[in-house]
């Protein structure tokens, strides 16, 4: 006979062993719980490659775009702006710069820029327009050609008739002389605006004249980005039709269907409501625990 069959005691350590490590097996999740991602933030509608905080939307989004307290947010090394309204047809959003110049407000600027590694790009649509600056700026180098001539150079003339040019030390209707149009480059990566070196005061950007060039109260403001939409996957589909919301989970960020009831999946939320209810992981334990308790009680009894 062996030495575990003669010693009870052994025998008893080694079958009590059983429960715990068939209750880990069961119990273990390699896929993180999060409950924190929502289809909104605020007014704006919030669908993949974007989610509304860590692990929602694509890790490559993550990064630069969260929901916080109703705001939604892109981030990038020279600051926080909101998001004002994202096109899904068209992958593009508006953004906001709060130090930005407009037409009722003008004020000293922070400069802009854009992460070169980021998935996101400045459109066409964007007419930079940089204020208040001097006149030994390197903006009005005839060498450079750096600010743009002809019809856009009206934009200047536009916002110098604004009243809150006044907020730049500058008079209404002051000679566009201190004003450079700067049209940006079409898809543009790795951009950056940096006000200090190109001594000016503030900058705004305009996306759209609203039907009404003549009249830059009419003027929309704000920075308009082209991201990359072709993160979208059929999985990630399978996952939106079932009810779920696309995300990332664990130290690899592999893609995680997020569920109405706060529980991940690695593909859809179809047949989940009882799997992964927590019921079945607590009565496995339970049955296990049990048995573990009644081998027990017969060694002793021998």
Request: glycine content about 12%; hydrophobic content about 30%; overall charge neutral.
């Amino acid at each position: 006979m062996s030495s575990t069959s003669s010693n009870p005691w052994i025998l008893a350590c080694v079958l009590l062993s059983l429960p715990v490590h068939f209750t880990l097996s069961a119990a273990v999740n390699p896929i993180s719980i999060n409950g924190t991602c929502h289809d909104t933030c605020g007014t704006v509608p919030v669908k993949y490659p974007f989610g509304s905080g860590f692990g929602c939307g694509h890790p490559d989004f993550a990064r630069y775009v969260r929901c916080n307290s109703g705001m939604l947010e892109f981030s990038t090394g020279t600051g926080i702006y909101s998001i004002s309204e994202i096109d899904y047809t068209t992958d593009s959003l508006i953004i906001t710069d709060p130090f930005m110049s407009t037409c009722s407000s003008m004020q000293n600027s922070g400069s802009f820029s854009l992460d070169r590694a980021s998935p996101f790009s400045l459109t066409g649509e964007n007419i930079f327009v940089l204020l208040g600056c001097s006149t030994n700026s390197p903006l009005f180098d005839p060498a450079e050609d750096l600010c743009a001539m002809g019809s856009r150079s009206r934009v200047c003339r536009g916002l110098y008739s604004c009243k809150g040019v006044t907020g730049l030390g500058l008079p209404q209707n002051a000679p566009p002389s201190t004003c450079c149009v700067y049209e940006s480059p079409i898809q543009l990566t790795g951009y950056t605006l940096d006000l200090p070196k190109l001594q000016c005061s503030s900058y705004t950007s305009v996306y759209s004249f609203g039907g009404n060039e003549g009249d830059p109260s009419k003027w929309k403001f704000g920075i308009s980005l082209q991201y990359n939409g072709s993160y979208y996957t059929n999985l990630c589909k399978d996952c939106e039709t079932s009810g779920g919301l696309c995300g990332f989970a664990g130290f690899d960020q592999s893609f995680a269907c997020i569920c109405r009831n706060g529980k991940n999946t690695s593909t859809s939320c179809f047949g989940q409501g009882a799997a992964w209810s927590g019921t079945r992981e607590s009565k496995i334990q339970t049955k296990l625990g049990f048995g573990g308790i009644m081998l027990l009680w017969l060694l002793l009894s021998l």
